[in-house]
């Protein structure tokens, strides 16, 4: 606990050479693409009064939630970001999901739990990542290319 970084530890375990996180890469993740792509998709949502858009940053909170902390607790053992998972993002995901189910449908929450999963974590951030590693990307590209796939192209 309180250990600047841990979670680096424990996701390039997991990832057994697939891809490599650095700090640089979590502080894009997580200030460039999470808390921009949070508020920008607020803005969107509310002014053109279509919430699906809404749906994308909460299902990749409830996915990177459930799928790389919460079940994996359970699973194997306390990992970091675990209790915040718990405790914080996976109730306000699955609250903002289920409040757009309600309004929009089904259909609106299928397109964002597609953006959550796949979308999000395979096109979005794992593949950049592996081209990193594999010597095609640089942390700039990964940038590029984060906040093209996350914030330009579902707006």
């Known amino acids: 606990l309180g250990r600047r970084y841990f979670f680096l530890q ?22 460039g693409e ?19 858009i ?7 909170s ?4 459930l799928g790389a902390h919460v079940i994996p ?3 194997k053992g306390y990992n970091p970001g675990a209790v915040q998972s718990l405790v914080l993002m996976l109730p ?13 449908g089904v259909a609106t929450l299928i397109a964002g739990l597609f ?19 594999l010597g095609y990307l640089n942390e700039a590209g990964f940038a590029i290319w984060c906040s093209i796939s996350m914030v330009v192209f579902p707006a």
Not at 36 to 45: K, R
Not at 62 to 65: I, K
Not at 119 to 133: D, E, T
């Open 92 to 104: 306000l995901s699955v609250y903002v999901l289920h409040q757009v189910w309600k309004r929009f």
């Open 73 to 75: 607790w359970i699973r």
């Open 115 to 133: 953006f959550g999963s796949i979308y999000g974590h395979v096109f979005a951030l794992l593949l950049p990542m592996r081209l990193i590693k």
């Open 54 to 60: 809404a749906t994308f940053p909460w299902s990749l």
């Open 34 to 52: 999470v808390l921009i792509t949070y508020v920008a998709y607020a803005a969107i949502a509310e002014k053109s009064r279509d919430y699906t």
């Open 10 to 31: 424990y996701f390039n375990s997991g990832m057994q050479g697939f891809a490599t996180l650095t700090p640089r890469l979590i502080t894009i993740i997580n200030v």
């Open 62 to 65: 409830f996915v990177n939630s």
